[in-house]
């Protein structure tokens, strides 16, 4: 099988059209989405229809999307952010609220796990920063790599004979008895430096994982994230890609 991962699109839809086009060149047969679907721009439902009509099977609960239920407590974020939510909340539809609620924390595949921020206490969305967040991680796989999110930072962190090292791939070959944790990036906000969206092709079979960076039409979400009224920093931000 042949997935893009897909994650923290925060509905920024431009970003998210620009990585589904691109994935379509890989004739991928599944998604993957590490979860952010929701939160920061202004296209919420819109991102919400184009995952939906993608239909990954395999798919957990970001901190926004549990924000927005109600199934993160708002002081889990800092003001900006639960602004952000409450905004999001506001827009969707009970269809949508009632989509983001059949989300779960976590998901155990044969030869993958995805969770959005780690595996211990996946409901507190801790974040992986570097390796040492990693290897906390790494200790409670019981598959050869794990999928997250959160960090909006794309970058693969392997654990093989009791060393852990970093990279930013592009592309890599899966070793299947040593572990990865991988990060995608994000699709709709990233925070590494490079403002292109971010997603990821992981082939089980080839046993490869590619992360990808695509353009995207940057101005027209900024223009949609100030007609909707919603703070500057946020359209901003993404031309930085911080
Ligand atoms: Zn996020």
């Not at 004739?27 to 919400?48: H, L, Q, R, T």
């Not at 008895?177 to 994000?186: F, H, Q, T």
């Not at 292109?196 to 900024?222: L, M």
């Amino acid at each position: 099988m042949r997935y893009a991962v897909i994650s923290d699109i925060h509905s920024n839809l431009e970003a998210l059209r620009a990585v589904l086009m691109d994935s379509s060149s890989f004739k991928v047969d599944n998604f993957i989405c590490a979860g952010d679907i929701v939160g920061y721009a202004a296209s919420p439902k819109e991102c919400i229809a184009a995952v939906r009509s993608v239909c990954p099977k395999i798919l957990i609960a970001g901190n926004h999307d549990y924000g927005v239920i109600e199934l993160l407590d708002l002081e889990y974020f800092n003001e900006r952010s639960r602004n952000a939510v409450l905004w999001t909340k506001g827009v969707l539809s009970q269809d949508d609220l009632d989509y983001l609620k059949t989300f779960v924390l976590l998901r155990e595949e044969a030869k993958f796990t995805i969770v959005h921020g780690s595996l211990d206490n996946p409901g507190k969305f801790h974040y992986i920063f570097g390796r040492g967040d990693a290897y906390e991680t790494v200790e409670l796989m019981k598959t050869p790599v794990c999928f997250v999110g959160h960090s909006h930072v794309a970058e693969i962190f392997h654990f093989r004979e009791n060393k852990m090292t970093r990279s930013t791939g592009p592309k890599i070959k899966i070793e299947y008895e040593d572990k990865y944790v991988i990060n995608a990036g994000s699709i709709g906000q990233p925070r590494d430096g490079d403002p292109r969206a971010s997603y990821a092709v992981y082939d089980d079979e080839e046993g490869t994982v590619e992360i990808r960076r695509v353009e995207y039409d940057i101005k027209a979400a900024q223009r949609k994230i100030m007609d909707a009224g919603l703070p500057l920093w946020l359209a901003s931000r993404l031309a930085e890609g911080r």
